[in-house]
Protein backbone atom coordinates (compact mmCIF):
# COMPACT_ATOMS: atom_id res chain seq x y z
CA UNK A 1 0.00 0.00 0.00
CA UNK A 2 1.46 3.46 -0.88
CA UNK A 3 4.75 2.41 -1.77
CA UNK A 4 5.84 5.04 -4.05
CA UNK A 5 4.40 7.41 -1.84
CA UNK A 6 6.31 6.62 0.66
CA UNK A 7 9.36 6.15 -0.70
CA UNK A 8 9.15 9.75 -2.76
CA UNK A 9 8.28 11.40 0.65
CA UNK A 10 11.25 9.07 2.91
CA UNK A 11 13.61 11.25 -0.23
CA UNK A 12 12.16 14.32 0.46
CA UNK A 13 12.89 14.11 4.19
CA UNK A 14 16.13 13.33 3.56
CA UNK A 15 17.31 16.69 1.72
CA UNK A 16 16.75 18.15 5.65
CA UNK A 17 20.06 15.71 6.57
CA UNK A 18 22.66 16.77 8.03
CA UNK A 19 20.96 20.80 7.94
CA UNK A 20 21.16 21.77 11.96
CA UNK A 21 17.51 23.90 11.51
CA UNK A 22 14.69 24.51 9.17
CA UNK A 23 15.56 27.62 7.21
CA UNK A 24 13.25 29.17 4.00
CA UNK A 25 15.57 27.85 1.73
CA UNK A 26 16.20 24.02 2.86
CA UNK A 27 12.24 23.93 3.60
CA UNK A 28 11.07 25.12 0.10
CA UNK A 29 13.29 22.20 -1.26
CA UNK A 30 11.86 19.63 0.46
CA UNK A 31 8.13 20.68 0.43
CA UNK A 32 8.74 21.09 -3.73
CA UNK A 33 9.78 17.17 -3.53
CA UNK A 34 6.26 16.46 -0.96
CA UNK A 35 4.44 18.71 -3.49
CA UNK A 36 5.30 16.72 -6.42
CA UNK A 37 5.07 13.24 -4.44
CA UNK A 38 1.43 13.94 -3.50
CA UNK A 39 0.69 14.54 -7.41
CA UNK A 40 2.27 11.88 -8.31
CA UNK A 41 -0.07 9.72 -5.72
CA UNK A 42 -3.16 11.88 -7.63
CA UNK A 43 -3.89 14.64 -5.04
CA UNK A 44 -5.49 17.11 -5.88
CA UNK A 45 -3.57 20.06 -7.32
CA UNK A 46 -4.90 22.48 -4.91
CA UNK A 47 -5.13 19.98 -1.72
CA UNK A 48 -1.48 19.04 -2.44
CA UNK A 49 -0.23 23.17 -2.81
CA UNK A 50 -2.36 23.78 0.30
CA UNK A 51 -1.17 21.15 2.19
CA UNK A 52 2.48 22.25 1.42
CA UNK A 53 1.70 25.46 2.41
CA UNK A 54 0.32 24.60 5.69
CA UNK A 55 3.38 22.31 6.55
CA UNK A 56 5.55 25.58 5.79
CA UNK A 57 4.31 27.88 7.95
CA UNK A 58 4.48 25.13 10.90
CA UNK A 59 7.96 24.60 10.07
CA UNK A 60 9.07 27.68 9.81
CA UNK A 61 7.23 28.70 13.19
CA UNK A 62 8.60 26.05 15.48
CA UNK A 63 12.47 25.51 14.45
CA UNK A 64 13.67 27.11 17.93
CA UNK A 65 10.64 25.18 20.17
CA UNK A 66 12.26 21.72 19.11
CA UNK A 67 14.91 19.48 19.96
CA UNK A 68 13.99 17.54 17.26
CA UNK A 69 16.02 17.12 13.78
CA UNK A 70 14.66 19.01 11.39
CA UNK A 71 13.84 15.86 9.50
CA UNK A 72 12.12 14.22 12.10
CA UNK A 73 9.91 17.94 13.19
CA UNK A 74 9.56 17.53 9.27
CA UNK A 75 8.05 13.61 9.56
CA UNK A 76 5.93 15.29 12.23
CA UNK A 77 4.56 18.25 11.13
CA UNK A 78 3.84 16.19 7.62
CA UNK A 79 1.79 13.59 9.42
CA UNK A 80 -0.17 15.93 11.64
CA UNK A 81 -1.28 17.71 8.62
CA UNK A 82 -1.93 14.51 6.75
CA UNK A 83 -4.08 13.03 10.22
CA UNK A 84 -5.93 16.36 10.15
CA UNK A 85 -6.45 15.99 5.89
CA UNK A 86 -7.95 12.71 6.35
CA UNK A 87 -10.51 13.80 9.47
CA UNK A 88 -8.79 13.60 12.59
CA UNK A 89 -10.63 11.19 14.48
CA UNK A 90 -12.01 7.71 13.40
CA UNK A 91 -15.77 8.69 12.13
CA UNK A 92 -18.36 5.64 13.72
CA UNK A 93 -21.32 4.24 11.57
CA UNK A 94 -24.78 5.39 13.27
CA UNK A 95 -26.46 2.19 14.37
CA UNK A 96 -29.17 3.58 16.62
CA UNK A 97 -32.60 2.75 14.53
CA UNK A 98 -34.32 -0.40 15.20
CA UNK A 99 -33.95 -1.36 12.74
CA UNK A 100 -30.78 0.73 11.42
CA UNK A 101 -31.38 0.82 8.10
CA UNK A 102 -27.78 1.25 6.10
CA UNK A 103 -27.89 2.90 2.07
CA UNK A 104 -24.84 1.70 -0.17
CA UNK A 105 -24.42 3.65 -3.43
CA UNK A 106 -21.27 3.40 -5.57
CA UNK A 107 -20.37 2.82 -8.98
CA UNK A 108 -20.65 -0.60 -10.67
CA UNK A 109 -17.36 -2.87 -9.88
CA UNK A 110 -16.42 -0.46 -7.07
CA UNK A 111 -16.79 -3.48 -4.55
CA UNK A 112 -20.62 -2.29 -3.13
CA UNK A 113 -21.37 -5.60 -3.01
CA UNK A 114 -18.71 -7.27 -1.49
CA UNK A 115 -18.62 -4.50 0.83
CA UNK A 116 -22.22 -4.97 1.75
CA UNK A 117 -21.05 -8.88 2.79
CA UNK A 118 -18.02 -7.50 4.88
CA UNK A 119 -20.18 -4.98 6.90
CA UNK A 120 -22.82 -7.56 7.46
CA UNK A 121 -20.28 -10.18 8.70
CA UNK A 122 -18.40 -7.35 10.56
CA UNK A 123 -21.33 -6.11 12.71
CA UNK A 124 -22.57 -9.65 13.15
CA UNK A 125 -19.35 -10.70 14.96
CA UNK A 126 -17.77 -7.12 16.51
CA UNK A 127 -21.35 -5.48 17.38
CA UNK A 128 -23.84 -8.70 17.93
CA UNK A 129 -25.85 -7.84 15.55
CA UNK A 130 -28.76 -9.47 13.62
CA UNK A 131 -28.45 -8.35 9.88
CA UNK A 132 -30.38 -8.54 7.15
CA UNK A 133 -28.65 -7.81 3.56
CA UNK A 134 -30.49 -6.76 0.72
CA UNK A 135 -30.54 -7.14 -3.22
CA UNK A 136 -31.88 -4.45 -4.75
CA UNK A 137 -29.90 -4.29 -8.02
CA UNK A 138 -33.07 -5.01 -10.44
CA UNK A 139 -31.18 -4.95 -13.33
CA UNK A 140 -28.55 -8.03 -12.95
CA UNK A 141 -29.62 -10.87 -11.83
CA UNK A 142 -25.75 -12.21 -11.14
CA UNK A 143 -26.07 -9.17 -8.96
CA UNK A 144 -29.03 -10.70 -6.85
CA UNK A 145 -27.30 -14.20 -7.13
CA UNK A 146 -23.74 -13.03 -5.82
CA UNK A 147 -25.01 -11.41 -2.91
CA UNK A 148 -27.26 -14.58 -1.62
CA UNK A 149 -23.99 -16.88 -2.14
CA UNK A 150 -22.04 -13.74 -0.03
CA UNK A 151 -24.84 -14.39 2.43
CA UNK A 152 -24.67 -17.84 2.60
CA UNK A 153 -21.28 -17.81 3.07
CA UNK A 154 -21.55 -16.06 6.17
CA UNK A 155 -24.60 -17.62 7.63
CA UNK A 156 -26.70 -13.84 6.92
CA UNK A 157 -30.24 -13.58 4.87
CA UNK A 158 -30.65 -12.17 1.99
CA UNK A 159 -33.98 -10.80 0.83
CA UNK A 160 -34.47 -10.03 -2.48
CA UNK A 161 -37.98 -10.15 -4.62
CA UNK A 162 -37.49 -12.14 -7.97
CA UNK A 163 -39.22 -10.11 -11.09
CA UNK A 164 -40.03 -7.00 -8.89
CA UNK A 165 -38.46 -4.33 -11.03
CA UNK A 166 -39.08 -1.41 -8.41
CA UNK A 167 -36.03 -1.07 -6.07
CA UNK A 168 -37.79 1.48 -3.61
CA UNK A 169 -40.44 -1.12 -3.24
CA UNK A 170 -38.22 -4.09 -2.57
CA UNK A 171 -36.05 -2.04 -0.12
CA UNK A 172 -39.48 -0.74 2.01
CA UNK A 173 -40.90 -4.08 2.19
CA UNK A 174 -37.45 -5.45 3.04
CA UNK A 175 -37.44 -3.38 5.86
CA UNK A 176 -40.93 -4.35 6.94
CA UNK A 177 -39.58 -7.96 6.94
CA UNK A 178 -36.72 -6.89 8.76
CA UNK A 179 -39.12 -5.19 11.78
CA UNK A 180 -41.31 -8.26 11.62
CA UNK A 181 -38.74 -10.88 11.94
CA UNK A 182 -36.14 -9.47 14.57
CA UNK A 183 -33.37 -7.66 12.26
CA UNK A 184 -31.81 -5.15 13.28
CA UNK A 185 -29.65 -3.75 10.62
CA UNK A 186 -30.49 -3.59 6.71
CA UNK A 187 -27.92 -3.39 4.74
CA UNK A 188 -29.67 -2.16 0.64
CA UNK A 189 -27.13 -2.87 -1.92
CA UNK A 190 -28.36 -1.29 -4.99
CA UNK A 191 -27.52 -0.87 -8.38
CA UNK A 192 -24.73 0.64 -9.96
CA UNK A 193 -23.49 2.25 -13.32
CA UNK A 194 -20.30 2.29 -15.05
CA UNK A 195 -19.99 5.71 -14.40
CA UNK A 196 -22.32 8.81 -13.21
CA UNK A 197 -25.58 9.10 -14.88
CA UNK A 198 -29.02 11.16 -13.90
CA UNK A 199 -31.11 7.64 -14.82
CA UNK A 200 -28.89 5.80 -11.82
CA UNK A 201 -28.75 9.47 -9.27
CA UNK A 202 -32.44 9.16 -9.75
CA UNK A 203 -33.31 5.75 -8.75
CA UNK A 204 -30.37 5.87 -5.79
CA UNK A 205 -31.84 9.25 -4.79
CA UNK A 206 -35.98 7.85 -4.75
CA UNK A 207 -34.67 5.05 -2.64
CA UNK A 208 -33.22 7.09 0.00
CA UNK A 209 -35.97 9.82 0.35
CA UNK A 210 -38.34 6.29 0.13
CA UNK A 211 -36.17 4.74 3.40
CA UNK A 212 -34.60 7.69 5.00
CA UNK A 213 -31.44 5.43 5.60
CA UNK A 214 -29.18 6.28 9.34
CA UNK A 215 -25.97 5.69 6.82
CA UNK A 216 -25.81 6.61 3.17
CA UNK A 217 -22.33 5.14 2.43
CA UNK A 218 -20.58 5.77 -0.87
CA UNK A 219 -18.38 2.97 -2.15
CA UNK A 220 -15.32 3.87 -4.19
CA UNK A 221 -12.61 2.20 -5.87
CA UNK A 222 -9.53 3.42 -4.00
CA UNK A 223 -7.27 2.46 -7.43
CA UNK A 224 -9.34 5.43 -9.10
CA UNK A 225 -7.33 8.50 -7.96
CA UNK A 226 -8.91 11.48 -9.17
CA UNK A 227 -11.94 9.83 -10.66
CA UNK A 228 -12.82 8.52 -7.07
CA UNK A 229 -12.88 11.97 -6.13
CA UNK A 230 -15.03 13.43 -8.43
CA UNK A 231 -17.25 10.34 -8.63
CA UNK A 232 -17.74 11.41 -4.53
CA UNK A 233 -18.22 15.08 -5.44
CA UNK A 234 -21.45 13.98 -7.46
CA UNK A 235 -23.00 11.20 -5.04
CA UNK A 236 -22.82 13.56 -2.52
CA UNK A 237 -24.22 16.52 -4.49
CA UNK A 238 -27.26 14.13 -4.69
CA UNK A 239 -27.50 12.13 -1.63
CA UNK A 240 -25.54 14.17 0.93
CA UNK A 241 -24.19 10.81 2.26
CA UNK A 242 -22.66 10.26 5.80
CA UNK A 243 -19.35 8.40 5.16
CA UNK A 244 -16.79 7.03 2.16
CA UNK A 245 -16.01 3.19 1.71
CA UNK A 246 -12.68 3.29 0.11
CA UNK A 247 -11.90 -0.34 -1.45
CA UNK A 248 -9.26 -2.21 -2.96
CA UNK A 249 -6.66 -0.74 -0.56
CA UNK A 250 -4.70 -3.77 -0.95
CA UNK A 251 -3.95 -3.20 -4.79
CA UNK A 252 -1.22 -1.09 -5.95
CA UNK A 253 -2.93 2.05 -4.67
CA UNK A 254 -1.29 5.71 -5.09
CA UNK A 255 -3.30 7.11 -2.52
CA UNK A 256 -4.73 10.07 -3.91
CA UNK A 257 -8.21 9.15 -3.00
CA UNK A 258 -7.23 8.10 0.97
CA UNK A 259 -5.98 11.66 0.98
CA UNK A 260 -7.81 13.61 -0.80
CA UNK A 261 -11.65 12.68 -0.54
CA UNK A 262 -12.42 14.21 2.64
CA UNK A 263 -11.86 17.51 2.33
CA UNK A 264 -13.54 17.69 -1.15
CA UNK A 265 -16.74 15.82 0.08
CA UNK A 266 -16.17 17.09 3.62
CA UNK A 267 -16.97 13.48 4.52
CA UNK A 268 -15.32 11.08 6.55
CA UNK A 269 -13.84 7.66 5.05
CA UNK A 270 -15.74 5.41 7.29
CA UNK A 271 -13.78 2.10 6.27
CA UNK A 272 -11.70 0.21 4.20
CA UNK A 273 -11.49 -2.42 1.97
CA UNK A 274 -7.95 -4.62 1.72
CA UNK A 275 -9.02 -7.65 0.04
CA UNK A 276 -11.87 -9.68 -1.57
CA UNK A 277 -12.48 -12.26 1.43
CA UNK A 278 -15.26 -11.31 3.69
CA UNK A 279 -13.09 -10.58 6.75
CA UNK A 280 -11.02 -8.01 4.69
CA UNK A 281 -12.03 -5.02 6.03
CA UNK A 282 -10.88 -2.20 8.43
CA UNK A 283 -11.83 0.50 10.35
CA UNK A 284 -10.42 3.91 8.94
CA UNK A 285 -8.18 5.92 11.69
CA UNK A 286 -6.59 8.61 9.85
CA UNK A 287 -3.54 8.20 12.08
CA UNK A 288 -2.97 4.70 11.63
CA UNK A 289 -3.50 5.63 7.61
CA UNK A 290 -0.73 8.10 7.86
CA UNK A 291 1.76 6.05 9.47
CA UNK A 292 1.54 3.79 6.42
CA UNK A 293 1.39 6.84 3.69
CA UNK A 294 4.91 7.35 5.53
CA UNK A 295 6.13 4.00 5.53
CA UNK A 296 6.03 3.88 9.33
CA UNK A 297 4.24 0.52 9.33
CA UNK A 298 0.78 -0.18 11.25
CA UNK A 299 1.63 -1.92 14.46
CA UNK A 300 -2.00 -1.25 16.08
CA UNK A 301 -3.69 -2.89 13.68
CA UNK A 302 -1.03 -5.50 13.77
CA UNK A 303 -1.58 -6.48 17.21
CA UNK A 304 -5.51 -5.96 17.15
CA UNK A 305 -5.62 -8.38 14.35
CA UNK A 306 -3.20 -10.74 17.18
CA UNK A 307 -5.51 -9.75 19.58
CA UNK A 308 -9.06 -10.84 17.75
CA UNK A 309 -7.17 -14.12 17.23
CA UNK A 310 -5.98 -15.05 20.48
CA UNK A 311 -7.76 -17.83 22.53
CA UNK A 312 -7.32 -17.50 26.28
CA UNK A 313 -8.62 -20.90 26.48
CA UNK A 314 -6.29 -22.20 24.12
CA UNK A 315 -3.57 -20.25 25.23
CA UNK A 316 -3.80 -21.65 28.88
CA UNK A 317 -3.88 -25.58 27.51
CA UNK A 318 -1.41 -24.57 25.04
CA UNK A 319 0.99 -23.39 28.23
CA UNK A 320 0.25 -26.54 30.16
CA UNK A 321 1.76 -28.81 27.51
CA UNK A 322 4.75 -26.93 27.27
CA UNK A 323 5.28 -27.14 30.99
CA UNK A 324 4.75 -31.04 31.54
CA UNK A 325 6.63 -31.29 27.76
CA UNK A 326 3.93 -32.37 25.72
CA UNK A 327 4.33 -29.36 23.40
CA UNK A 328 3.74 -31.25 19.62
CA UNK A 329 3.72 -31.05 16.20
CA UNK A 330 -0.29 -30.79 16.74
CA UNK A 331 -0.37 -27.43 18.95
CA UNK A 332 2.04 -26.19 16.53
CA UNK A 333 0.02 -26.90 13.55
CA UNK A 334 -2.96 -25.10 15.86
CA UNK A 335 -0.76 -22.04 16.15
CA UNK A 336 -0.17 -21.68 12.49
CA UNK A 337 -3.68 -22.06 11.66
CA UNK A 338 -4.29 -18.84 14.29
CA UNK A 339 -1.69 -16.71 12.74
CA UNK A 340 -2.83 -17.57 9.42
CA UNK A 341 -6.31 -16.37 10.22
CA UNK A 342 -4.71 -12.79 10.66
CA UNK A 343 -4.26 -12.39 6.96
CA UNK A 344 -1.60 -13.25 4.27
CA UNK A 345 1.54 -12.74 4.85
CA UNK A 346 2.98 -9.53 3.04
CA UNK A 347 0.01 -7.79 4.14
CA UNK A 348 0.92 -8.78 7.77
CA UNK A 349 4.67 -7.58 7.30
CA UNK A 350 3.80 -4.69 5.42
CA UNK A 351 2.17 -3.56 8.89
CA UNK A 352 5.76 -4.02 10.81
CA UNK A 353 7.65 -0.56 10.26
CA UNK A 354 10.24 -0.58 7.79
CA UNK A 355 9.64 -3.57 6.27
CA UNK A 356 6.54 -2.88 4.15
CA UNK A 357 9.12 -1.26 1.96
CA UNK A 358 12.32 -3.28 2.34
CA UNK A 359 9.50 -5.96 0.76
CA UNK A 360 7.67 -4.41 -1.28
CA UNK A 361 9.86 -6.16 -4.46
CA UNK A 362 9.75 -9.66 -2.72
CA UNK A 363 7.70 -11.91 -3.52
CA UNK A 364 5.86 -13.64 -0.26
CA UNK A 365 4.20 -17.05 -1.28
CA UNK A 366 0.20 -16.53 -0.64
CA UNK A 367 0.52 -19.89 1.86
CA UNK A 368 3.81 -19.37 3.53
CA UNK A 369 3.44 -22.48 5.69
CA UNK A 370 2.40 -24.31 2.72
CA UNK A 371 4.99 -26.72 3.11
CA UNK A 372 5.15 -27.14 7.21
CA UNK A 373 1.73 -27.72 6.89
CA UNK A 374 2.49 -30.85 4.50
CA UNK A 375 5.20 -31.96 6.15
CA UNK A 376 2.74 -32.37 9.61
CA UNK A 377 -0.02 -33.74 7.94
CA UNK A 378 2.32 -36.77 6.51
CA UNK A 379 3.20 -37.41 10.04
CA UNK A 380 1.34 -40.24 12.26
CA UNK A 381 -0.84 -39.09 15.44
CA UNK A 382 1.91 -40.62 17.54
CA UNK A 383 4.61 -39.15 15.17
CA UNK A 384 3.21 -35.86 15.92
CA UNK A 385 3.11 -36.12 19.78
CA UNK A 386 6.20 -37.91 20.03
CA UNK A 387 8.95 -36.20 17.32
CA UNK A 388 12.04 -38.30 18.94
CA UNK A 389 10.60 -41.42 16.89
CA UNK A 390 11.21 -39.56 14.02
CA UNK A 391 14.88 -41.98 12.25
CA UNK A 392 15.62 -41.40 9.03
CA UNK A 393 12.92 -44.32 7.35
CA UNK A 394 10.32 -42.04 9.10
CA UNK A 395 11.83 -39.08 7.55
CA UNK A 396 11.66 -40.41 3.87
CA UNK A 397 8.42 -41.17 3.98
CA UNK A 398 7.44 -37.90 5.25
CA UNK A 399 9.48 -36.01 3.05
CA UNK A 400 7.88 -38.15 0.02
CA UNK A 401 4.17 -38.06 1.15
CA UNK A 402 4.65 -34.33 1.54
CA UNK A 403 6.48 -34.00 -1.97
CA UNK A 404 9.27 -31.99 0.49
CA UNK A 405 12.92 -33.33 0.71
CA UNK A 406 14.46 -34.74 3.90
CA UNK A 407 16.06 -31.63 4.61
CA UNK A 408 13.30 -29.92 4.60
CA UNK A 409 11.61 -32.09 7.20
CA UNK A 410 14.72 -32.34 9.27
CA UNK A 411 14.88 -28.02 8.94
CA UNK A 412 11.30 -28.35 10.17
CA UNK A 413 12.28 -30.83 13.31
CA UNK A 414 15.20 -28.28 13.88
CA UNK A 415 13.42 -25.14 13.97
CA UNK A 416 10.82 -27.08 16.08
CA UNK A 417 13.01 -28.18 18.65
CA UNK A 418 14.51 -25.05 19.14
CA UNK A 419 11.66 -23.48 19.50
CA UNK A 420 10.32 -26.10 22.04
CA UNK A 421 13.48 -25.26 24.23
CA UNK A 422 13.01 -21.74 23.78
CA UNK A 423 9.53 -21.89 24.70
CA UNK A 424 10.43 -23.99 28.25
CA UNK A 425 12.66 -21.05 28.49
CA UNK A 426 9.82 -18.92 28.42
CA UNK A 427 7.73 -20.52 30.85
CA UNK A 428 9.36 -18.54 34.07
CA UNK A 429 7.74 -15.46 35.52
CA UNK A 430 9.11 -12.91 33.15
CA UNK A 431 8.78 -15.40 30.19
CA UNK A 432 4.55 -15.94 31.12
CA UNK A 433 4.45 -12.39 29.69
CA UNK A 434 6.33 -12.16 27.11
CA UNK A 435 4.30 -15.50 25.88
CA UNK A 436 1.15 -13.39 26.34
CA UNK A 437 2.20 -10.58 24.26
CA UNK A 438 3.04 -13.16 21.77
CA UNK A 439 -0.42 -14.49 21.87
CA UNK A 440 0.93 -18.17 23.02
P1 LIG B 1 -20.20 -3.84 -7.12
O1 LIG B 1 -20.51 -3.90 -8.59
O2 LIG B 1 -20.01 -2.44 -6.66
O3 LIG B 1 -21.19 -4.58 -6.28
O4 LIG B 1 -18.77 -4.53 -6.93
P2 LIG B 1 -18.38 -5.99 -6.41
O5 LIG B 1 -18.65 -6.10 -4.95
O6 LIG B 1 -19.02 -7.00 -7.29
O7 LIG B 1 -16.81 -5.95 -6.60
C1 LIG B 1 -16.18 -5.87 -7.88
C2 LIG B 1 -14.87 -6.65 -7.85
O8 LIG B 1 -13.96 -6.06 -6.94
C3 LIG B 1 -15.05 -8.08 -7.38
O9 LIG B 1 -14.23 -8.90 -8.16
C4 LIG B 1 -14.56 -8.07 -5.94
O10 LIG B 1 -14.05 -9.31 -5.54
C5 LIG B 1 -13.50 -7.00 -6.00
N1 LIG B 1 -13.28 -6.33 -4.70
C6 LIG B 1 -14.19 -5.73 -3.91
N2 LIG B 1 -13.60 -5.19 -2.81
C7 LIG B 1 -12.27 -5.46 -2.92
C8 LIG B 1 -11.11 -5.14 -2.12
O11 LIG B 1 -11.17 -4.49 -1.04
N3 LIG B 1 -9.91 -5.60 -2.58
C9 LIG B 1 -9.81 -6.30 -3.75
N4 LIG B 1 -8.58 -6.70 -4.13
N5 LIG B 1 -10.85 -6.59 -4.52
C10 LIG B 1 -12.07 -6.18 -4.12
Redesign the pocket.
Given at each position: MFDNLSDKLDKAFHILKGHGKITEVNVADTLKEVRRALLDADVNFKIAKDFTNRVKEKALGQDVLTNLQPGQLMVKIVKDELIELMGGEAAGINLSGNPSVIL?S?????????????LANFLKSKKSKNPLLVAC?VY?PA?IN??HVVGEQLGVEVYSEAGNMNPVEIAQNAIKHAKANGFNVVIV?TA?RLAVDEEMMNEIANIHKAIQPQETLF?V??MTGQDAVNTAKAFNDRLNFDGVIL?????DTRGGAAISIKSVVNKPIKF?????KMD??DVFYPNRMADRILGMGDVISLVERAQAQYDEEEARKIQKKIAKNEFGFDDFLSQIQQVKKMGNMKDLMGMIPGVGKAMKDVEIEDDAFKHIEAIIYSMTPDERTRPSLLDVKRKNRIARGSGTSVQQVNQLLKQFDQMSKMMKMMQGSKGKNLMRMMGN
Open positions: MGLQGSGKTTFSGKDRAQLDGVDATKLDGIGTGEAI
